[in-house]
């Protein structure tokens, strides 16, 4: 059970924080996408509802993913 005051303290630090708040949440969603847990309702959503479909989507992200690492590396190489 989780206590009014650690919601409320929540809610502060994602009004202070909410760059982080925002990177953390799509972090988590990508994750939950890639590598859900097993049992979980991402697991069976993403695999079992329809596992092609699945794999594709995988297959589109590894590329993107590539092409979004070089972009960075460049940047990173210009610092």
């Known amino acids: 059970m989780v206590l009014e005051s650690q919601k409320k303290a929540s809610r502060k630090y994602e ?3 909410p760059d982080r ?5 799509l972090r988590r969603g990508a994750r939950n996408f890639i590598s859900p847990k097993a049992g ?11 596992p092609y479909k699945y794999y594709e989507d995988l ?3 590894r ?3 590539n092409k979004r ?11």
Request: proline share 0%; net charge negative.
């Open 15 to 17: 009004q202070k924080n």
């Open 21 to 25: 708040t925002r990177y953390n949440s």
């Open 40 to 50: 979980s309702k991402s697991d069976e959503t993403t695999l079992y509802w329809n």
């Open 59 to 61: 297959l589109d992200y």
């Open 63 to 65: 590329e993107v993913l």
């Open 69 to 79: 690492i070089d972009e960075v590396e460049k940047q990173l190489a210009e610092v």
